[in-house]
């Protein structure tokens, strides 16, 4: 069967510990397909400076997110567990060996299947039931998934038999575009998650707030690492100029 990973962050361009080895051994990179997805962000990471990075939401998507193929088929529990935990790897690098979530409820990854009746979708949900893993919504108790299936461009299903996903403990209240656009400009450095996510596709519905924001704010980064990002504000500044059209 084939399965994917659903990459809404830093998973796909963070050079650091764990995550080059992850894709270059585990993942189809150049096979990776833009896909609709609900997500935002909206967890304060205190290895980040205590800036934002992304949550998946329920319902329907109103972002973009990366869906990246698995090298390898998934045929038994123990394939897909191999590549949970690669990713849970990849996502927690000081996690326990053969872990596929957070010993509390920080994180973990989640599976959907694209046949429900599929028998890797019970082993999988017992599984989470025999370790006691703790789920961190979008997932549930089970272990699934609890958002729509991604979708292409063209609002077709992406065309894969099990997606897998880390999901993490979100904020509570949800930050604003504000709070979130003054996180990254009270530091220099972590910014880079935004601009990073822009320039490859990971979008939400709160970038053009958050990038007008940053701009009205004019933080030192915006000259210093101007050339960096250059290809993520091009797009933000055209999105930004773009007309608006009035619904008649």
């Given at each position: 069967?084939?399965?994917?990973?659903?990459?809404?962050?830093?998973l796909w361009w963070d050079e650091e510990k764990e995550r080059p080895k992850w894709r270059s051994e585990r993942l189809d990179a150049d096979a990776h397909q833009t896909v609709k997805a609900r997500i935002r962000y909206g967890r304060k990471s205190g290895s980040r400076s205590n800036?934002?990075?992304?949550?998946?939401?329920?319902?329907?998507?109103?972002?973009?997110?990366?869906?990246?193929?698995?090298?390898?088929?998934?045929?038994?529990?123990?394939?897909?567990l191999a590549e949970a935990r690669a990713l849970w790897k990849a996502e927690a690098p000081t996690a326990a060996k053969n872990a596929i979530s957070a010993k509390s409820e920080w994180g973990c990854v989640g599976a959907m299947f694209r046949n429900g009746d599929a028998p890797l979708k019970k082993c999988w949900s017992d599984h989470y039931h025999a370790e006691k893993l703790h789920a961190v919504a979008p997932t549930n108790d089970k272990g699934l998934l609890d958002i729509t299936w991604p979708q292409t461009s063209d609002d077709d299903d992406a065309n894969f038999d099990i997606i897998l996903a880390t999901t993490n403990q979100a904020d509570a209240p949800p930050p604003c575009a504000k709070m979130i656009a003054k996180a990254w400009t009270d530091q220099c450095g972590h910014e880079n998650y935004?601009?990073?996510?822009?320039?490859?596709?990971?979008?939400?519905?709160?970038?053009?707030?958050?990038?007008?924001?940053?701009?009205?704010?004019?933080?030192?980064?915006?000259?210093?690492?101007k050339a960096q990002y250059a290809d993520a504000t091009k797009t933000l500044c055209g999105e930004a100029s773009a007309p608006t059209t009035t619904a008649k």
């Open positions: 069967m084939r399965c994917a990973i659903l990459i809404i962050g830093s800036t934002y990075t992304m949550v998946l939401d329920k319902g329907p998507g109103d972002g973009t997110a990366l869906l990246v193929p698995c090298k390898k088929s998934v045929d038994t529990i123990d394939d897909l935004f601009f990073n996510n822009v320039r490859d596709g990971i979008r939400t519905a709160d970038d053009l707030s958050i990038w007008k924001a940053i701009e009205t704010a004019s933080p030192c980064f915006l000259e210093k690492k």
